[in-house]
């Protein structure tokens, strides 16, 4: 009889365990159910923007316009960050607050490494950008370790009257574009754009050039601009501040037409072989 007890005991220890563990088992479940049916679904909002499929954003090849859209976002990047310690004129006072990593008290410069652009119509492009800034004078770099900063930048132009304007890329809630922050050459186009977005757009665009950003470039300025890719990339790599300041260009000599000798003020050389499209080079 006691032994029948003994039994009857555990297997009802055995059979509250289970119970136990099974109420366990079927509360996590349902916890993560719940917190899977309860979390903000970014693809599905991202899918409720219509964008334009007739306009194409393709990956600018020209040497000569991927050159041209570094200098003239430059330009206006200098024309705003004179708005730190100058009062201007309040369009330009208004993109500065707007991009305070690009306009500080040091100049720094944007360097390009790849441009996307969309013809929305006859008059206006969107140019998407994505590069580095660099100190222009590497006497105001901080001390200790220079890294590179990557920033993308939208530069807007009125081919009509050849005006423009910059912007950050990545702004929240945009009214002309889809954004991908992984990926510039994924951005898209709203559908909806309306008259008076393009109106206030028209009206910030007040950096005029005289040339157009087709024009062509000679070729020692290209190769010059390669060099100082070149010269950037290596002090982020190695930190070597002498270096960088002695890596100054005292003349530059084509080889050929596929390679350029670079001779530096301490007497090094770099040898340069520009590539086919965009700002493609390699150092021999």
């Known amino acids: 009889m006691k032994d029948k007890i ?19 088992l079927i509360a ?27 306009i194409e954003v393709k990956k600018v090849e020209d040497i000569n316009v991927t050159y041209n859209i570094e200098q003239t976002i430059n330009n206006i990047i200098e024309r705003l960050q004179g708005t730190v310690t100058n009062e201007g004129d309040p369009v330009i ?6 991009m305070p990593e690009l306009i500080t008290k040091e100049l720094r410069l944007f360097n390009v490494e790849e441009v996307y652009e969309a013809d929305y119509n006859d008059e206006l492009t969107f140019y998407f950008t994505e590069g580095y800034l660099m ?39 945009h009214d002309l574009f889809k954004f991908d ?24 665009m007040i950096f005029s050039k005289k040339y157009n950003i087709e024009e ?4 020692a300025k290209i190769i010059e601009w390669y060099y100082n890719d070149y010269r950037n ?32 003020n301490d007497e090094r050389e770099v040898r340069i072989k520009p590539g086919n499209a965009g700002k493609e080079y390699s150092v021999l």
């Open 28 to 54: 996590t479940i349902c916890i993560i159910i719940f917190s899977n049916n309860n979390k903000p679904n970014n693809n599905a909002n991202e899918e409720k923007i219509a964008v334009r499929e007739d």
């Open 93 to 98: 006072e208004s993109l500065a607050q707007t």
């Open 233 to 264: 990339k290596l002090l982020f790599e190695n930190q070597n501040r002498e270096e960088y300041k002695n890596g100054k260009i005292l003349k530059i000599e084509g080889k050929s037409d596929q390679e350029y000798v670079v001779t530096l």
């Open 181 to 204: 922050d992984n990926d510039i050459s994924k951005t898209a186009i709203k559908a909806e754009i309306y008259n008076d977005e393009l109106h206030f757009l028209e009206e910030k």
């Open 135 to 173: 100190y222009d004078d590497i006497n105001d770099a901080p001390e200790g370790n220079i890294s590179k900063q990557t920033v993308k930048i939208i530069l807007y132009r009125n081919k009509k009257n050849n005006n423009y304007t910059i912007e950050q890329y990545g702004t929240k809630k």
């Open 216 to 219: 062509k470039v000679t070729q």
């Open 6 to 24: 003994i039994k009857i005991l555990k297997n009802k220890n055995i059979l509250i365990v289970a119970i136990i563990i099974a109420v366990i």
